[in-house]
């Protein structure tokens, strides 16, 4: 019973290629969330969205953009990879009501 | 923006013995969750205990309690009983119920549990 899928696990990418993490949820949740986790730092938020269309910036917003045209679909975009955003991103996402989030099995990006 | 520390980078326990996580938190806000989260090698984020701030009683999910302090703005995770397959990083987080929904990590504790 899949609930969050992001739609690589493993990802290498070039140093200036535009990068397109993708999200899908099937809950029907408002709420959707990009992190990256690095050693030491833990879970840091980069973006998120209440609603379609609607984004927030989180607290390492720089490099990265986000995009939300359906509910279910929430896309994380670095407009301009580079080696220092190498590292594993996390998608969640939850209900406003519900003390649960979700999340997906993380994709691991590598930028050489 | 709410700030989550955990300030024990690593643990170990005896298999069989309980162990204490620590987290403290800092928000000016009344309203809030609590949530702590373990994360195996194979890198899924399993939810494991939630507490909201307005809840009279320490939570409590089978081997798992969390000790709230609300006063001391402490939230730390009790494990009894290890067991091996306890072994793994284990984060605490924080969320606003009603002004912004967005969720904030502590930097995770890594828990070995030794035979």
């Known amino acids: 019973d899949v609930k969050v899928t992001q739609s690589s696990r493993y990802l290498v990418k070039r140093t200036g290629e535009k990068v397109f993490l993708e999200c899908v949820q099937d809950?029907?949740?408002?709420?959707m969330f990009w992190y990256r986790q690095d050693p030491g730092l833990g879970l840091r938020l980069i973006y998120f969205?209440?609603?379609?269309?609607?984004?927030e910036k989180g607290d390492i917003p720089e490099g990265y953009s986000v995009s939300r045209e359906k509910k279910e679909r929430f896309s994380l975009i670095l407009e301009s990879a580079s080696t220092n955003q190498t590292s594993m991103y996390l998608c969640?996402?939850?209900?406003?009501?519900?003390?649960?989030?979700?999340f997906g099995q993380g994709t691991r990006l590598t930028v050489v | 923006a709410q700030k989550i520390t955990q300030t024990q980078p690593g643990m170990f326990v005896q298999e069989k013995e309980a162990v204490t996580l620590d987290c403290t938190y800092d928000t000016s806000d009344p309203s809030y969750g609590l949530f702590w989260y373990k994360q195996p090698s194979s890198g899924e984020m399993i939810f494991l205990i939630y507490q909201g701030s307005y809840d009279q009683q320490n939570a409590t999910e089978g081997r798992y309690s969390l000790n709230f302090q609300k006063a001391r703005k402490s939230a730390n995770l009790v494990i009894s009983a290890s067991q091996l397959g306890d072994s793994a990083m284990y984060f605490c987080a924080m969320r606003h119920l009603y002004n912004n929904n967005d969720m904030r990590f502590g930097a995770g504790t890594r828990l070995t549990v030794k035979p």
């Open positions: 969205s209440y609603d379609v269309k609607m984004k």
């Open positions: 809950m029907d949740h408002e709420n």
């Open positions: 969640a996402s939850w209900d406003s009501w519900n003390t649960e989030a979700f």
